[in-house]
């Protein structure tokens, strides 16, 4: 069943942003309070980090911030993060043409492998490499774990856009005479620009929060100085100061995004293409292009592979005390179900408000909210410690903060779900419920959530699956004497147990499979036509 979006109904059906709301005056005055509620509470760790910084006062905050090691950290970050950066844009743009514009052999295949390496936790990849080879260390260690481990956020975009959008483009530059090299950088190149920019963003965000991978690593970044300020010396108000240095590149990062993004001369038709490209013949360099995708798969995917495996089989002894692995599962999926609950659930009346209410406050709401993704972890986590030491003690190393963190840090995923659910529901079929004298709340229940259940299902599992493999938040975060998945696996690797950590690592990426599966699913959906079809058998 199709529904017609609100820009294509006609203009007498179409109701004014007036009209909208008439016999809608309890729910339009509620929504809003509840959705700024959700947007300032899952906002407030950037003013948590904020106060506690000011704590220190500005001439200890300059000390600090004057101090040689505070210019090591920001050159070890800044030069990972445009290594890692520039390596994830051309791997993730070059299987994404490969595997979309070419005859490519077995390219459903090679799709999904290549996507599985965001099943694998980036500290996990870490601890992979490591135990078989000690010697990948520093920048260039964390340069090849971090790119195999991020390279598909920048490969999944570009490969959906690739896929969707119209070949006219290309056509009329290869009949002006322009070489295919030519019409690679002047028009496909812009035309994947956009999604290029975005998953830059993701992994420049990935590598400013990661801790557990550069802590194995041996490679200090700001996130691995905030956790050691904070662990070690207990010091809250250096640890802040050093969250806001962390906070203020991650903002320059999503500003720098955006302006490329906005950038002029992108030359693109989305959509349902009229014209699909005709895969491009590689002739010769077909073997070599198959080699060079088992390569990147065999790196990102068969090295973590064959070290969990390894270590499964081999094991190895710990005087670390034992501990349950179905009992720490257990736990683990109450803590990011109990999350997945409270994010999707929160994510409703934000969503609802910025569908129906198409202004500039309600844009204001949904940018508020996805500003937190430019929150590493580590400050999510402080801020949270920070509010619960200061406001809410009881609460102090407790489930609910724990609950509450991993909301704070995952709402972003849940709305984007929502949202995009929410797209698709005309407006018209609140307004005939409403007409009919159906109270709000039971609009609400009756009609608007039936119809936006797979975006509901897919925030759940997002977020739950997500949380599931969290470190960093939930060694600062979780209950005394508890422990996670993530957690124990932490435990034994850092006692250099690599066999006992490995059936724990095992289990954080079997859970993580299915929302690889669902992410590529849902990214790259559509059917090619016929032609396109039989080229990737």
Same mark, same amino acid.
């Given at each position: 069943m199709t529904t017609a979006s609100p820009s294509s109904a006609p203009v007498a059906a179409r109701p004014s942003h007036s009209s909208r709301w008439v016999g809608w005056r309890p729910g339009a005055s509620a929504l809003p309070l509840v959705a700024w509620l959700v947007a300032l509470v899952v906002a407030c760790p950037l003013v948590f980090v904020a106060l506690e910084a000011g704590q220190s006062g500005w001439g200890s905050a300059r000390a600090l911030l004057g101090r040689p090691l505070v210019l090591t950290l920001l050159a070890h970050t800044a030069e990972l993060t445009a290594v890692v950066t520039s390596a994830s844009l051309v791997l993730g743009f070059g299987a994404a043409w490969l595997l979309e514009r070419t005859d490519l052999p077995l390219r459903r295949t090679f799709t999904v492998l290549a996507a599985m390496p965001l099943a694998i936790p980036e500290f996990v990849h870490g601890y992979c490499w490591v135990s078989l080879m000690p010697s990948v260390q520093g920048l260039w260690g964390a340069a090849?774990?971090?790119? &195999?481990?991020?390279?598909?956020?920048?490969? #999944?975009?570009?490969?959906?856009?690739?896929? *969707?959008?119209?070949a006219s483009a290309e056509e009329v530059a290869r009949s002006l005479g322009h070489g295919r090299l030519s019409v690679l950088w002047r028009v496909t190149l812009p035309q994947c620009r956009p999604a290029l920019a975005g998953g830059a963003l993701l992994v420049s965000l990935y590598l400013l929060g990661e801790y557990g991978a550069f802590a194995m690593l041996r490679y200090t970044t700001f996130a691995t100085a905030i956790f050691t300020e904070f662990e070690t010396a207990f010091d809250m108000a250096s640890a802040s100061v050093l969250a806001l240095v /962390?906070? +203020?590149?991650?903002?320059?990062?999503?500003?720098?995004? +955006?302006?490329? @993004?906005?950038?002029?001369?992108?030359?693109? $038709?989305?959509?349902? !293409? &009229? $014209?699909? %490209?005709a895969p491009v013949p590689l002739g010769r360099a077909k073997p070599f292009a198959v080699l060079g995708i088992v390569a990147l798969i065999g790196t990102a995917v068969g090295v973590p592979v064959y070290a969990l495996a390894y270590w499964l089989i081999k094991g190895s002894s710990t005087t670390l005390p034992p501990a349950s692995i179905w009992s720490l599962t257990a736990t683990t999926l109450g803590y990011a179900i109990s999350a997945a609950a409270v994010a999707t659930a929160a994510a409703i009346p934000v969503a609802l408000y910025a569908w129906r209410r198409e202004t500039r406050l309600a844009r204001a709401v949904e940018q508020t909210?996805? /500003?937190? *993704?430019?929150?590493? =972890?580590?400050?999510? %986590? /402080? @801020?949270?410690?920070?509010f619960a030491i200061r406001y809410a003690q009881p609460l102090y190393q407790q489930a609910p903060l724990l609950v509450g963190g991993y909301v704070a840090l995952f709402f972003p995923l849940a709305l984007t779900a929502v949202r995009s659910s929410l797209a698709q529901v005309p407006h018209s079929v609140e307004e005939v419920a409403r007409s009919l004298g159906t109270r709000p709340l039971v609009v609400l229940a009756r009609v608007t959530v039936p119809l936006i259940l797979p975006g509901l299902g897919a925030a759940f599992a997002m977020v739950g699956l997500t949380a599931s493999t969290e470190l960093t938040a939930t060694l600062l975060l979780r209950p005394t004497g508890t422990d996670t998945l993530a957690t124990q696996f932490w435990?034994?690797?850092? =006692? /250099?147990?690599? =066999? %006992?950590? +490995?059936?724990? +690592? @095992?289990?954080?990426?079997? #859970? &993580?499979? !299915?929302a690889v599966l669902l992410l590529t699913r849902r990214t790259l959906g559509g059917s090619r036509t016929h032609t396109t079809r039989e080229a990737g058998r």
């Open positions: 090849l774990v971090m790119t &195999s481990s991020l390279y598909p956020l920048v490969f #999944l975009p570009v490969a959906a856009v690739l896929r *969707r959008c119209d /962390l906070i +203020a590149l991650a903002l320059l990062v999503v500003l720098l995004q +955006a302006w490329v @993004a906005r950038q002029p001369g992108r030359v693109v $038709r989305e959509g349902t !293409p &009229s $014209r699909p %490209a909210v996805f /500003l937190t *993704r430019a929150l590493p =972890g580590i400050a999510v %986590a /402080l @801020a949270v410690v920070f435990t034994y690797t850092t =006692g /250099l147990a690599w =066999g %006992a950590a +490995a059936p724990y +690592a @095992a289990v954080m990426t079997a #859970l &993580s499979v !299915p």
